[in-house]
């Protein structure tokens, strides 16, 4: 499907110019590989090799922990699918992003087996960890929530720097110069990116 807009919109993917990765984009897929390298908050610490650090980095994450940071991605992408499915009902059938639209506001379910999945988890792993004692299970519940919101965020963050990645690219190849299309695409993007922004802050809040 997105190799299809970027066929419909003449963007060649091929191009190194569109291959190369925002930094939005790269910070969260750092951030997935760091959870599953093992460092508990997705971040890799400078003194790995003292003690100190082992609140901050352990030897690896759990499946929950896994999960948890990966989970936000299907939940956000059928939260904006139903919330924008709503938004343009009125107008959808001549709206650019009718296909994604129409994709993402069908990913409830699926959303919802790996949102049960990762219950599942935590459940077991919880229980296992009470077992032994102590505030581990504590220590594991609070690691979940903060992949969870982290990558939440990171979401969030993903989606606001395609607006102004679209912009630029537009300016090389118009040499500073932008059309009337390319001008009023740029003006609904921002409109659509008010919208996500406000929808996307509204599920942070509610699933954290």
């Not at 929530?145 to 537009?170: C, P, T």
């Not at 118009?174 to 990116?193: E, P, Q």
Request: proline content about 1%; some cysteine; overall charge negative.
């Amino acid at each position: 499907m997105h190799e299809a807009y970027a066929a419909g919109w003449g963007v060649d993917t091929s191009s190194e110019q569109y291959r190369t990765p925002n930094s939005a984009t790269t910070k969260y897929v750092d951030f997935l590989l760091n959870i599953a390298r093992g460092y508990s908050t997705g971040v890799p610490s400078s003194s790995s090799s003292s003690s100190s650090s082992s609140s901050s980095i352990s030897s690896y994450s759990s499946v929950a922990e896994i999960i948890a940071a990966m989970v936000p991605c299907m939940r956000l992408y059928s939260f904006l699918g139903q919330t924008l499915n709503l938004v343009f009902k009125d107008g959808k059938a001549e709206n650019a992003y009718r296909e994604w639209i129409d994709t993402y506001s069908q990913f409830e379910e699926a959303t919802k087996k790996i949102e049960d999945l990762l219950n599942f988890h935590v459940q077991r792993e919880t229980a296992l960890l009470q077992k032994q004692g102590g505030n581990l299970y504590e220590v594991f519940l609070d690691s979940v929530e903060r992949n969870y919101i982290a990558a939440m965020e990171l979401e969030v963050q993903f989606f606001d720097a395609q607006v102004s990645s679209y912009g630029e690219a537009l300016d090389v190849q118009g040499n500073g110069a932008l059309d009337g299309s390319a001008i009023d695409r740029l003006d609904d993007m921002n409109k659509a990116r008010e919208r996500i922004l406000n929808s996307l802050k509204t599920c942070i809040i509610s699933e954290s």
